[in-house]
C-alpha cells in the first residue's frame, strides 16, 4: 500500500506562485512514473506534469514554460512549481503514482488563482 500526501495550496493571485508537495510512504525512485493531474469544477481530471524514474518530465502544454516538476529522492517527494499563475490554473492538484501496475492517488490540494 502507497501513502501519497499533497500539500501547499492554497489561494494566490493572479501572475503569483506556488509550490505544492507530494510525500510518498514508499520510495519516489521505485515508481515507473509520477504525476500531477488538476480537476476543475465541471471538468475532467487532467494530467499536468510526469516524472518519469530516469528523471524525464514532461508538461501539458498550458502549464509549459510556468510549471516545473521534480522529484527529492531522499524525502521521497515530488514537487510541482507553478509560477505565473492564471485563473485558469484553479483546480483540485492530485499526485498519482504508478508502482507496479497500480496506480495510486493522494487526497487532492486545492489551488485556487484569483483576486
Known amino acids: 500500500q502507497v501513502q501519497l500526501v499533497e500539500s501547499g495550496g492554497g489561494l494566490v493571485q493572479p501572475g503569483g506562485s506556488l509550490r505544492l508537495s507530494c510525500a510518498s510512504s514508499r520510495s519516489v525512485l521505485n515508481a515507473r512514473v509520477m504525476e500531477w493531474y488538476r480537476q476543475a469544477p465541471g471538468e475532467q481530471r487532467e494530467l499536468v506534469a510526469s516524472?518519469?524514474?530516469?528523471?524525464?518530465?514532461t508538461y501539458v502544454e498550458s502549464v509549459e514554460g510556468r510549471f516545473t516538476m521534480s522529484r527529492d529522492n531522499i524525502k521521497n517527494t515530488v514537487y510541482l512549481q507553478m509560477n505565473s499563475l492564471k485563473p485558469e490554473d484553479t483546480a483540485v492538484y492530485y499526485c498519482k503514482m504508478l508502482l507496479n501496475g497500480l496506480d495510486y492517488w493522494g487526497q487532492g490540494t486545492q489551488v485556487t488563482v484569483s483576486s
Open positions: 516524472i518519469t524514474r530516469p528523471g524525464i518530465t
